[in-house]
C-alpha cells in the first residue's frame, strides 16, 4: 500500500509540474518553462513514469524551437505528441497542437500548421475544448498571412490570403472578448 501511494502521489505531482512546464509555455516565459521542463524530466526519471515522457520532451522541444524553428524541431515535436497519445493522454490536446502550429509557423510551415490546427478545431469541437479557441484561429490568420507574405500579391492556393487572415483574426478577437480575456 505504501507503495501505491508513494506512485500516486508520484504521480500527482509529475502531472502538477507538467501542468505548470504548460502554463508558462502559454505565457511565453522561456526561462521559467526550461527550469520546469528540466525538473519534470529528473522527477519523471526518478519515479519512473513514462508517460509523463512525451508531453515534457515535447515542451523541451517546443523551447528549442522558440529560438531556431526547423522542420527537424517540429517532427521531434510531433512524434513527441503522437507518444503522448500512444499513452491514451489527450489532455490539454488542443494547447500541445498550437505549440506545435506555432512551431512550423516559425520555421515557414504554413501548410503543416494548417494540418496542424485542423486536428486541433476537431478535437476541440469533439471535446467541447474552446480554451485556446482564439489561439487557434490566431494561428490560422498567422498562417494565411504567411501564405500572402510568400506570394507577394499573387493570388494564393487558398483563396485571397488576406481577407483570410483578417477574418480569423476578427474571429479570434471576438471569441477572446467572450471569453473576456486580458
Not at 502531472?15 to 505548470?20: D, G, K, P, R, S
Not at 526519471?45 to 522558440?66: H, K, S, W
Not at 478577437?173 to 467572450?178: C, L
Request: net charge negative; charged share 25%.
Amino acid at each position: 500500500t505504501r507503495r501505491a501511494e508513494a506512485s500516486g502521489v508520484a504521480w500527482g505531482y509529475g502531472a502538477v509540474m507538467a501542468i505548470a512546464t504548460n502554463t508558462f509555455l502559454i505565457v511565453r516565459d522561456q526561462q521559467r518553462a526550461s527550469v520546469l521542463v528540466g525538473r519534470c524530466l529528473d522527477y519523471i526519471q526518478r519515479y519512473d513514469l513514462p508517460p509523463t515522457v512525451p508531453i515534457t520532451r515535447f515542451a523541451e522541444q517546443y523551447l528549442i524551437g522558440i529560438e531556431a524553428p526547423s522542420a527537424g524541431v517540429v517532427a521531434a515535436m510531433r512524434r513527441h505528441l503522437d507518444d503522448h497519445h500512444g499513452f491514451g493522454e489527450h489532455w490539454a490536446s488542443v494547447l500541445h497542437w498550437s505549440l506545435l502550429a506555432d512551431t512550423q509557423l516559425r520555421s515557414g510551415d504554413p501548410d503543416g500548421a494548417d494540418e496542424t490546427l485542423d486536428a486541433a478545431f476537431a478535437h476541440s469541437d469533439a471535446g467541447g475544448d474552446v480554451h485556446y479557441l482564439a489561439e487557434l484561429w490566431r494561428l490560422r490568420g498567422e498562417a494565411a498571412r504567411s501564405r500572402t507574405d510568400a506570394a507577394r500579391g499573387r493570388r494564393c492556393p487558398h483563396g485571397e490570403a488576406n481577407s483570410v487572415a483578417e477574418d480569423c483574426f476578427r474571429k479570434a478577437m471576438a471569441i477572446a472578448a467572450g471569453q473576456e480575456a486580458k
